[in-house]
């Protein structure tokens, strides 16, 4: 059993920062040269001359008296040694056949145990018991502290630093190849894949994630993997990829059977695919909401059926997520991913990629559509899995899609509400609130900038309607340019909202979602949302939206009602309904620039003319006295302008 760490009463370190313990107590080794020849006597396990230790130190190019020097360094280590351990139980350092040497138990020194740890896992891998090798190497791993020899000096010490570290990257490939056989799914992929970025050139790396992405149901980031290898081996190198990534590449492409993992008994290994996407960055002001789903999900009752709709742009996805990731134990049979928006809406394909991503090969997947259904209910009706679907388009890939199993979780995103009889319980992700949308912009672009101009920061986040998207965009700008105070970049937003061109690229990304949403409404809807848009008041209802639009009341009211269910509008107690100011700006520009200044100043006719009949009625509970509005004084107001751009720039 590895023992050696920090807390052991006797420990000598390489493998990080050097360091000596001896009963308990920290030895003191010194300045970094005197810790180089300490390193040197215990890693070489010989005896070192004097000139052996010059060599050490200098190299070819030692200074005048450096063997004086030598011999001072080894004086005081042997020191510090007998103060630590005077009786020599432990260590010693001895002089004699002309030279040095510290005595030592192997099982004290990092290096040395590790490599008799590393023998160990091999015979227990080798003798079958591959679990105990696993545990055993994860344990060696664990040796490692940071940088070997941090603290040291010389030409020996920076050559040693490298076999370490090489020794490293060979134990921890030795431990993810495990990993990979045993427990692909268990976060491996992970591991892999910041050792891929750290090592880039080290093709096994790329092989072992190759490997654990097909056995989690990855097949296409498999693919995506080698071909990154390929391309930068070639820019860095000028080589092809080895015969070993060469033909794990074919055989992921042929989908070949035989890279299943295997059970004991030699029989392919169920798949457990981990399909989840890794987070973006940390989620901020939803922790309410997160542990609500998370309660859902891991409640035990059931198949849990869930939806998240909102706004595009305020996070859903990221939110579905991360709950996912924290529910995920709970589904011992795998997680599935899909992302309809990029995938498709076709059923036959996304059921092919789910019966893949269970382990079916390629060539047993059936043809038709309906085949595939059949055999995705069967493969998922003994399984417990958690499904998640991002962007559903609708009813048809909802019902397609949806695991069969009694303990099998459902979780969707939409960008409206979807009604199947599957019966899912829907949730709303609206906007952040104030001061969620404040840290986020901090989060970002940096507390000390934020709250240096905290007043206009919170008019930024206002300005974006606490939308998570443009907060994230305002953020990414305000590190963009960090000359830039934060009140230029609110007031270039504000321009921008009315006119994009500064930062149209950044407007581009934030109207985006807008757009999507558009695009699902027949033109009539559309054009009657860009409409509302224009008017300069905080709420309608379905009698002014009914005069604004030239509309009944009643056809009003289902235009109304039509938008909130795209979330382009917010229902209000009362029989009102506003807009986000950021919705606001982006179909206020379009209503002038498809429908035309002559429908737009129309409409605003009819709605200053119904709220100005009536301003005039007198309010029930007013007491016969009639309740001023700002309402018809801000719609005349637009009608004395054109363009809302032409008037700012009218005006300046």
């Not at 990829?241 to 290994?269: C, E, F, I, N």
């Amino acid at each position: 059993m590895v023992h050696v760490s920090p807390e052991s009463p006797h420990a000598f370190a390489f493998l990080g920062p050097v360091r000596a313990r001896l009963h308990g107590r920290e030895v003191a080794l010194g300045s970094p040269q005197q810790q180089a020849v300490w390193a040197a006597l215990v890693l070489g396990d010989r005896v070192l001359t004097g000139a052996d230790l010059v060599d050490v130190l200098w190299g070819e190019t030692p200074p005048r008296g450096a063997r004086a020097t030598v011999r001072t360094y080894v004086s005081r280590l042997r020191a510090a040694l007998t103060a630590a351990d005077p009786a020599g139980e432990v260590a010693q350092l001895v002089t004699g056949n002309g030279g040095y040497r510290v005595r030592v138990p192997d099982e004290v020194v990092d290096v040395r145990l590790a490599e008799l740890e590393a023998a160990r896992a091999r015979a227990l891998a080798d003798g079958g018991d591959r679990p105990a090798a696993r545990s055993v190497l994860r344990e060696v791993a664990g040796l490692w502290t940071g940088s070997p020899l941090t603290g040291a000096v010389g030409p020996w010490v920076e050559t040693r630093e490298q076999v370490l570290a090489g020794r490293q990257a060979e134990l921890l490939e030795e431990l993810w190849e495990l990993d990979v056989d045993l427990d692909p799914a268990g976060g491996v992929v992970a591991e892999l894949t910041d050792g891929v970025r750290e090592e880039p050139l080290r093709e096994r790396r790329h092989e072992l994630l190759m490997l654990a992405q097909y056995r989690t149901g990855r097949r296409a980031a498999a693919l995506a993997t080698y071909r990154a290898a390929h391309d930068v081996l070639a820019e860095e190198l000028g080589i092809e990829p080895g015969p070993a990534l060469k033909t794990l590449h074919r055989r992921v492409l042929h989908d070949d059977p035989t890279l299943r993992p295997r059970t004991a008994a030699g029989r392919p290994a169920p798949v457990r695919p981990a399909q989840l996407p890794p987070p973006a960055g940390a989620l901020v002001g939803r922790d309410a909401l997160v542990a609500e789903l998370v309660a859902e999900l891991t409640a035990g009752d059931g198949a849990p059926r869930l939806g998240l709709t909102g706004l595009g742009g305020m996070g859903s996805s990221a939110l579905v997520l991360e709950v996912a990731r924290r529910a995920a134990p709970t589904y011992p049979d795998g997680q599935l991913y899909l992302d309809l928006r990029a995938a498709g809406d076709d059923v036959g394909v996304l059921l092919g990629g789910l019966l893949r991503s269970l382990g079916t090969p390629a060539a047993d997947v059936p043809a038709g559509a309906g085949e595939r259904l059949a055999a995705w209910r069967t493969a998922s009706s003994s399984r417990r899995l958690l499904v998640v679907l991002d962007h559903v388009p609708g009813p048809a890939q909802l019902q397609a899609l949806a695991p069969a199993g009694p303990g099998s979780a459902l979780v969707v995103t939409a960008p409206r509400r979807v009604l199947t009889p599957s019966g899912l319980r829907w949730w709303t992700v609206g906007p952040l609130t104030p001061e969620a949308s404040l840290q986020l912009l901090a989060d970002r672009a940096g507390h000390d900038r934020v709250h240096a101009e905290r007043e206009v920061s919170a008019a930024l986040v206002a300005a974006c309607s606490h939308q998570p998207l443009a907060v994230v965009v305002a953020a990414a700008r305000l590190s963009d340019r960090p000359h830039w105070s934060v009140a230029q970049i609110s007031a270039q937003l504000d321009a921008d909202l009315r006119e994009p061109v500064v930062m149209a690229a950044d407007c581009a990304v934030v109207d985006a979602p807008f757009a999507r949403v558009q695009a699902l409404l027949p033109r009539a809807l559309d054009d009657a949302a860009c409409l509302l848009a224009v008017p300069d008041v905080d709420h309608l209802d379905a009698a002014a939206a009914g005069a604004l639009l030239e509309l009944p009341v009643d056809r009003a009211q289902a235009v109304l009602e039509a938008l909130v269910d795209v979330h382009l509008l917010v229902a209000e107690p009362g029989g009102r309904y506003r807009m986000l100011g950021l919705v606001r700006a982006v179909l206020r520009r379009q209503a002038w620039a498809r429908q035309g200044a002559g429908v737009v100043r129309a409409a605003l006719r009819r709605l200053a003319d119904h709220l100005t009949c009536r301003e005039q009625v007198p309010t029930i509970g007013s007491g016969g006295r009639q309740l001023p509005d700002p309402a018809p004084a801000a719609v005349l107001a637009q009608l004395g302008g054109g363009h809302p751009a032409d008037r700012e720039r009218t005006s300046a």
